[in-house]
C-alpha cells in the first residue's frame, strides 16, 4: 500500500503600504484573522484557501495534510521586526516539525514589509526551503498586488497569482496550485517558472476592458500546449520595494523557452495597456453632482460611488471624512456611507446605546491628508458586536460597530479596518442598501463585483490623500529599476534578458 505524501499547508499575509501612517504588530493579525494548527474554519479566506482546498483534495490525491497557523492583517503599514520575527519563525518551526515532507503549500499575499525585510514573502520561501530541501514541492500563491523577487522564483516549483481585480477567484487559484502540486507530485508534469517584467506599475482593474479580455485570453491558454499556468502580476504602488511592478508569470511543464516567449509576448501587451485601463476618476463634488442628476425624481437601484484612495485595503487608515463632508455641505440625503474607522467613537456610541443623541466627534484621527474631524450630532441607529461582511464564501470581520446618522446620513463606524465587499456592510448594519438613492463604499475594486449587483451605476471618486496614488511622483528610495510612468519608455535599452527570471 502507498504511503501518503505529507503535505504542508501554512498562511502568513498582508499588503504593507509602506508610506501609510499606520504601523502593523500582531494584534493587527489576530484582529482580522488567526488561525493556529488545525483551527482554520471551513470557509476560506483571501490568501488561506489553500487550507479548506487541500482538505477537500485529500483523500482523493492520499495526502496526509498537516496545517500550521493561517493569519492575515487587513492591509497596513510596515510590519514592526518582532511582529515579522515571530510569524515567520513560527512557520518555520512548523515546517521542521512536520519532516519530512512532500509538498509545502503556502498561502502568502507578495506584498508584505517588514522593519528591515523588504522581501517578506522571498525569505519565507527561501527559508521553507532551507528546512525541506530541494525535492520537496514548494506551491505559492499570491495577490496580484504584490511583488515579486529571483529570491521566490529561484525557491519556488509552483507560482499561482489571483487573476482577477476584484479577487473573486482566490478559491480558483488555490485549486490550481494544490491540482499543479499533485500532478507534480506523481512525475505527470515538471514545472519550470518563467517571468517577464512589465516595467510598469498601473491601476488594473479586471471589471472592464481591456484588462477583461486580457484575463479571459490568459486563462485560455492554460491546458494546452504544455501551458499548466498563466499570472499577471500588477504590482503594489503604495510600497517602496526594489521589485515593485508589474510582470507576467508562466509555468509550463519543462519549456522554459516556451515559457519565455509566451511571457514575453503577454507582457508586452499588458505594457501596452498602461494610462488606459482605469475608470473615470470623478472629484467628489463631480461624482456627488453625477449621482444627483441620475437619481432625481426617481426610485430604483442605488448609485454607488466608491471612496476609491481612502481604501483600507490599499493600507490606510480608512478615516477620512473628505467625501462626507462635501455629501453634507450639498445636504444630501437618502444615502449611507460605509465605513469610518474610529475606534473610540464606537465606544461612545456603544456607550450611548441603540436610540441615543449626543454630540460626537468621529473621523480624520490619523492623517492630516484625510480631511478634519467632523463635530455633529448623531443618532445612534444600530450597535453591532463582533459585525461582519461577506467577501465571497469569505467572512471578513469588522469589528464592533455602529449606525449613526448625521445630517440625514447613515454611517458605519468600525473597530477592524477593512475596505467594503458586499452590500451586507450595509445590511448587517441595520441599513436597507436597496432603498437609499446613493451609497457611498471605501474601496478600489473589491466592491465592484457584490455592488453591480444591486447598483444602477457604479462612480469613482478619487481623492488625494494618505494614499500614494501617482507613481510618477511617489518619493521611492528603494526603487532602482525604471519602470512606467517615471520613464516614459523603459523598454528603450533593454536587451530582452534583463526583463525575463527563468526557474
Known amino acids: 500500500m502507498a504511503v501518503p505524501?505529507?503535505?504542508?499547508?501554512?498562511s502568513l499575509a498582508t499588503e504593507t503600504n509602506t508610506f501609510s501612517p499606520l504601523r502593523t504588530d500582531l494584534q493587527d493579525f489576530k484582529d482580522s484573522f488567526y488561525a493556529p494548527p488545525g483551527a482554520h474554519p471551513p470557509t476560506p479566506t483571501l490568501c488561506s484557501a489553500v487550507f479548506p482546498v487541500a482538505r477537500e483534495r485529500a483523500r482523493q490525491y492520499d495526502w496526509q495534510v498537516i496545517e500550521g497557523t493561517a493569519t492575515w492583517a487587513e492591509p497596513g503599514g510596515i510590519v514592526n521586526g518582532r511582529t515579522w520575527e515571530f510569524l515567520r519563525d513560527q512557520m518555520f518551526e512548523e515546517v521542521r516539525a512536520a519532516m519530512p515532507l512532500d509538498i509545502v503549500l503556502l498561502g502568502l499575499h507578495g506584498a508584505m514589509v517588514a522593519e528591515n525585510c523588504l522581501d517578506c514573502e522571498g525569505e519565507i520561501i527561501e527559508g521553507v526551503r532551507r528546512i525541506v530541501g530541494p525535492d520537496a514541492i514548494i506551491g505559492v500563491t499570491f495577490d496580484p498586488h504584490s511583488h515579486l523577487s529571483a529570491k521566490r522564483t529561484d525557491n519556488a516549483d509552483i507560482i499561482v497569482v489571483f487573476k482577477e481585480f476584484p479577487h473573486t477567484d482566490f478559491v480558483i487559484a488555490a485549486e490550481s496550485l494544490v491540482d499543479l502540486a499533485h500532478r507534480t507530485s506523481t512525475g505527470e508534469v515538471r514545472p519550470r517558472i518563467s517571468v517577464f517584467d512589465c516595467r510598469m506599475i498601473e491601476v488594473l482593474p479586471t471589471s472592464r476592458e481591456p484588462m477583461r479580455g486580457f484575463v479571459d485570453r490568459m486563462k485560455a491558454l492554460e491546458g494546452h500546449d504544455g501551458i499548466l499556468s498563466v499570472s499577471a502580476i500588477h504590482g503594489f504602488m503604495a510600497s517602496d520595494v526594489p521589485d515593485l511592478g508589474s510582470r507576467i508569470v508562466v509555468v509550463t511543464d519543462d519549456d522554459a523557452s516556451a515559457g519565455d516567449r509566451l511571457a514575453e509576448r503577454l507582457g508586452m501587451e499588458l505594457y501596452s495597456f498602461r494610462g488606459r485601463t482605469r475608470p473615470e476618476f470623478l472629484t467628489p463634488a463631480a461624482a456627488l453632482d453625477a449621482a444627483a442628476k441620475l437619481t432625481a425624481g426617481r426610485g430604483g437601484a442605488p448609485?454607488?460611488?466608491a471612496d476609491v484612495w481612502d481604501n483600507p485595503g490599499g493600507g490606510v487608515p480608512g478615516d477620512s471624512t473628505i467625501v462626507l463632508r462635501e455629501m453634507m455641505a450639498r445636504g444630501v440625503t437618502d444615502a449611507a456611507l460605509a465605513s469610518i474607522w474610529d475606534p473610540i467613537a464606537v465606544r461612545t456610541c456603544i456607550s450611548a446605546g441603540e436610540g441615543a443623541r449626543l454630540p460626537l466627534r468621529f473621523g480624520g484621527k490619523m492623517s492630516a491628508a484625510a480631511g478634519e474631524p467632523i463635530d455633529a450630532e448623531v443618532l445612534v441607529e444600530r450597535v453591532v458586536r463582533d459585525a461582519v461582511q461577506s467577501f465571497g464564501t469569505s467572512v471578513v470581520p469588522l469589528g464592533d460597530s455602529v449606525t449613526i446618522r448625521v445630517a440625514g446620513i447613515s454611517v458605519v463606524l468600525n473597530t477592524v479596518r477593512s475596505q467594503i465587499f458586499s452590500p451586507d456592510a450595509?445590511?448587517?448594519?441595520?441599513?436597507?442598501?436597496l432603498s437609499r438613492k446613493i451609497l457611498v463604499v471605501k474601496s478600489t475594486n473589491h466592491f465592484h463585483d457584490a455592488f453591480s449587483r444591486i447598483a444602477s451605476h457604479i462612480l469613482y471618486a478619487?481623492?488625494?490623500?494618505?494614499?500614494?496614488?501617482?507613481?510618477?511622483k511617489n518619493e521611492y528610495r528603494n526603487l532602482t529599476r525604471a519602470i512606467w510612468p517615471r520613464v516614459e519608455d523603459p523598454h528603450a535599452n533593454d536587451t530582452g534578458q534583463e526583463r525575463l527570471h527563468v526557474r
Not at 505524501?5 to 501554512?10: I, N
Not at 450595509?426 to 442598501?433: A, C, K, Q, R
Not at 478619487?462 to 510618477?472: I, Q
Open 462 to 472: 478619487a481623492v488625494d490623500g494618505p494614499y500614494p496614488s501617482d507613481p510618477a
Open 426 to 433: 450595509f445590511s448587517n448594519m441595520g441599513i436597507d442598501p
Open 303 to 305: 448609485v454607488v460611488i
Open 5 to 10: 505524501k505529507r503535505v504542508f499547508v501554512g
